[in-house]
């Protein structure tokens, strides 16, 4: 398959959501117009890029809701459960362990790592806090799809070699770190003080 | 000015951690292609980038980092202290409430609110915690810049409006809800579950 963006992959996140609400109200079709305008972009863009997993809706009868969303589930692997561990049981940790949406995506948090003795056997908003040292031993057995690295920047690299070294090929990383990983590997970052940063952006360059 | 992407804003903000790193390094110049190599885009796009805000670099010569970085401060809005209020003492509230890295960036919390009895008047680590019924009259008084809801979905388009109709013209949405505002305010949203959602795709989309 062509390389899609990261930007694009986004939007069809969005889309879905506003599927499912428009599936909750009972519509029946949507247009790329309506989709555009609630996702703050534009009909043309909202085409090319469901044109890149094939043939959807009908010119002048928009697209079908239930079956866009079956599409577009499909397409951002929505429609099995994932296995979620996070690395650091600190307060960003906490807060994922939880977030209640991530189950509803099929997003399953199977297991939280730390290295604190006063931390790990205690359970974190319900899920399991496990020793880093079994981090290895754990992976191979539980198998984990995703690794969520909830930690100091100091250790992300290390932590991140580990994980990958175990076998993990997609990363969620909360650390403000750049960190490097295989090509096979997939890392995102979410940087809270970079989402602020778009906020200064916006308000200092107001008209 | 002309409008500037959202993901345009996010690799300045990228760039602007490279800078900081080979200024840490000591060193005196960069080439687009490193740029470019480091945020995984290409030179063309790093050009075309800092074009938007004006003439940096020398053909052959790269760009001065200590010049590059100060014009992306100002133009990222960096050269000044933000006042950001937390809407919602909870999980997500306490993590940013401790995050190090919005202070080095000039972003300051100086407030975080609830409508718990338990929460207010009580630190979140070390904000002070305000009873929700105060919003308003502290925000005519403290004008913040920025106000980050932590807060259930249900509520959120109501805490926005109040936030808004208060004067706050840029907000930073946690809820995993589509909230609507009057086109002179900034909303940007972080959604834990999309962010899962671009490493399902990319694990389902393997070649």
Redesign the interface.
Known sequence: ?KR?A??T??R???Y???LE?FEERGLATVSSEELAR?GGTTSAQVRKDLSFFGSFGKRGLGYSVPELLTALRE????GRE?R?IIVGA???G???A??R??R????QIIAAYDTNPEKVGRPL?GVQVRDMAQLETDIARDRP??AVLAIPSDNAQAVLDRVVKAGI????NFA?A?LHAPA?V?V?A??????????????????
């Open positions: 398959m899609i990261d930007s992959v986004r069809l996140s969005i879905l959501r506003f609400e609630r397409i951002l692997g929505l994932w979620v600190g307060k960003i906490a807060a994922l939880q977030y949406g991530f509803q995506r099929g997003f908003e799809d995703i090929k997609a990363v969620l403000p750049q096979d997939t995102k979410v940087n809270m003080a970079m989402e602020l940063e778009g906020l200064s952006f916006a308000l200092t360059n107001r008209e």
